[in-house]
């Protein structure tokens, strides 16, 4: 039959009932070692004893297995049992039978109980514990959403679904957050530490990471793989830049992540405290790469020295504060976005007025724009100062093309 079990043990297994972060195998495997270690302590060996845990229930049976044996003959009671007692239970067991009895827990004295106890609670904390960690240590790089729970100086501590606490301290959290009690707010795992086995979940909102798991929430080509984010340049708060690529020639990186009327950036840049998002097609060639991320400035020419890492950008007077940016923010991204460090020169060498090549468009194809461009040739009089063979070798264009190309471009500066 069941032994009913005293307070305290009953407290126990409603710890553990309540646990959902501890399976319930490993919960039922523990409490029967725990049993098995009292009752091996104090007969010798449990291994002619069957436990049975009923968590769902609060309480739990052990049966004893002993063997019958003539009176005379019982050498140890744990093992066996004479004749004349296990008659006592029924008159038909005979000696060589085997007996299987209830044995009431409540026997083994107050201390057993008490250490059992404090042995089930100590298992079952750690098995949290390492439930805990196993769990989040393996949602490192991923969005959870958390209940704010208290709101300190130094940090802010969220709970999640299960009730477990997530930490996300000041210096992860973007300047314009404000968080109050009992709102829900989104964050990335950055990093679970767990020492003395004791795990604490670090989240953040400042982290790169971050914003690309937005991305992947908000643009479904991006979740599905058919756009890739290449790189990301944030100043929490103020300012990002990030560079994408497509697969797919059929499909617009850009503008799939902008979304209709700017539907799908709208919802990330809201999460981020209105940070400004400057979404730019990626690209392996170091001199449109850098053009495209000091966007919106357009420069007139630029000079690369890949040993040093350097750039060297020149553009007219008028775009250089648009190349630097209000407070810096937009030449400070594009070196962090390119991995470059870009100088911004004013171009006084332009002798009159210039053209971009863009304007050209007319009459020039796009991807012969393109290719004068990776050469670091952004308006017509970088063209025009370089001599034919000198642009045929650096291009790689036919010859009638770039005989074309110049014609067109002369033509526009005798008119004037």
Same mark, same amino acid.
């Given at each position: 039959?069941?032994?009913?079990?005293?307070?305290?043990?009953?407290?126990?297994?409603?710890?553990?009932?309540?646990?959902?972060?501890?399976?319930?195998?490993?919960?039922?495997?523990?409490?029967?070692?725990?049993?098995?270690?009292?009752?091996?302590?104090?007969?010798?060996?449990?291994?002619?004893?069957?436990?049975?845990?009923?968590?769902?229930?609060?309480?739990?049976?052990?049966?004893?297995?002993?063997?019958?044996?003539?009176?005379?003959?019982?050498?140890?009671?744990?093992?066996?049992?004479?004749?004349?007692?296990?008659?006592?239970?029924?008159?038909?067991?005979?000696?060589?039978?085997?007996?299987?009895?209830?044995?009431?827990?409540?026997?083994?004295?107050?201390?057993?109980?008490?250490?059992?106890?404090?042995?089930?609670?100590?298992?079952?904390?750690?098995?949290?514990?390492?439930?805990?960690?196993?769990?989040?240590?393996?949602?490192?790089?991923?969005?959870?959403?958390?209940?704010?729970?208290?709101?300190?100086?130094?940090?802010?501590?969220?709970?999640?679904?299960?009730?477990?606490?997530?930490?996300?301290?000041?210096?992860?959290?973007?300047?314009?957050?404000?968080?109050?009690?009992?709102?829900?707010?989104?964050?990335?795992?950055?990093?679970?530490?767990?020492?003395?086995?004791?795990?604490?979940?670090?989240?953040?909102?400042?982290?790169?990471?971050?914003?690309?798991?937005?991305?992947?929430?908000?643009?479904?080509?991006?979740?599905? @793989?058919?756009?890739?984010?290449?790189?990301? *340049? +944030? /100043?929490? $708060?103020?300012?990002?830049?990030?560079?994408? #690529?497509?697969? &797919?020639?059929?499909?617009?990186?850009? @503008?799939?992540?902008?979304?209709?009327?700017? *539907? +799908? /950036?709208? $919802?990330?840049?809201?999460?981020?405290?209105? #940070?400004?998002? &400057?979404?730019?097609?990626?690209?392996?060639?170091?001199?449109?790469?850098?053009?495209? *991320?000091?966007?919106?400035?357009?420069?007139?020419?630029?000079?690369?020295?890949?040993?040093?890492?350097?750039?060297?950008?020149?553009?007219?007077?008028?775009?250089?504060?648009? *190349?630097?940016?209000?407070?810096?923010?937009?030449?400070?991204?594009?070196?962090?976005?390119?991995?470059?460090?870009?100088?911004?020169?004013?171009?006084?060498?332009?002798?009159?007025?210039?053209?971009?090549?863009?304007?050209?468009?007319?009459?020039?194809?796009?991807?012969?724009?393109?290719?004068?461009?990776?050469?670091?040739?952004?308006?017509?009089?970088?063209?025009?100062?370089?001599?034919?063979?000198?642009?045929?070798?650096?291009?790689?264009?036919?010859?009638?093309?770039?005989?074309?190309?110049?014609?067109?471009?002369?033509?526009?500066?005798?008119?004037?």
């Amino acid at each position: 039959m069941a032994r009913r079990v005293e307070p305290s043990m009953i407290e126990t297994f409603a710890d553990f009932k309540e646990n959902k972060n501890v399976d319930r195998t490993t919960l039922i495997s523990v409490l029967e070692e725990a049993f098995r270690n009292v009752i091996s302590k104090m007969f010798g060996s449990d291994e002619n004893y069957d436990i049975i845990i009923n968590p769902d229930k609060g309480d739990f049976e052990i049966w004893r297995n002993r063997e019958v044996v003539p009176d005379d003959e019982l050498e140890d009671s744990n093992l066996q049992i004479s004749l004349t007692e296990a008659q006592k239970i029924d008159s038909d067991y005979e000696v060589g039978e085997q007996i299987t009895d209830a044995v009431d827990f409540a026997g083994f004295g107050r201390r057993a109980v008490l250490n059992l106890r404090q042995a089930l609670s100590s298992k079952i904390l750690e098995l949290q514990k390492d439930t805990l960690y196993n769990k989040y240590k393996d949602q490192i790089g991923q969005i959870v959403i958390g209940e704010v729970y208290q709101v300190w100086k130094k940090e802010v501590l969220l709970l999640d679904d299960e009730g477990n606490e997530l930490v996300l301290p000041k210096t992860e959290q973007i300047p314009g957050d404000f968080f109050r009690k009992n709102e829900m707010r989104r964050a990335v795992v950055v990093k679970v530490d767990n020492q003395n086995n004791n795990p604490k979940i670090i989240l953040s909102r400042t982290s790169n990471l971050f914003m690309q798991r937005l991305f992947e929430l908000e643009v479904p080509e991006i979740h599905d @793989g058919l756009i890739t984010i290449k790189r990301i *340049a +944030r /100043i929490p $708060g103020e300012r990002a830049k990030v560079a994408v #690529e497509s697969y &797919d020639d059929r499909i617009d990186p850009v @503008g799939a992540c902008v979304g209709m009327k700017g *539907a +799908r /950036i709208h $919802g990330i840049v809201r999460e981020l405290c209105n #940070e400004n998002i &400057d979404v730019i097609n990626y690209t392996a060639n170091t001199s449109l790469f850098i053009q495209r *991320a000091l966007s919106p400035a357009k420069i007139s020419s630029l000079k690369i020295h890949e040993e040093e890492k350097k750039a060297e950008v020149y553009l007219r007077p008028e775009e250089v504060s648009l *190349a630097i940016g209000k407070g810096g923010l937009n030449i400070k991204l594009a070196s962090m976005l390119t991995e470059y460090t870009i100088d911004v020169f004013r171009d006084v060498d332009i002798d009159g007025e210039d053209i971009y090549l863009d304007e050209f468009s007319d009459e020039i194809e796009a991807w012969v724009i393109d290719t004068f461009k990776n050469i670091g040739c952004y308006t017509a009089k970088n063209v025009l100062a370089l001599n034919r063979n000198e642009i045929i070798e650096k291009t790689d264009l036919e010859e009638n093309t770039v005989d074309e190309v110049l014609g067109i471009l002369k033509a526009e500066f005798e008119e004037e």
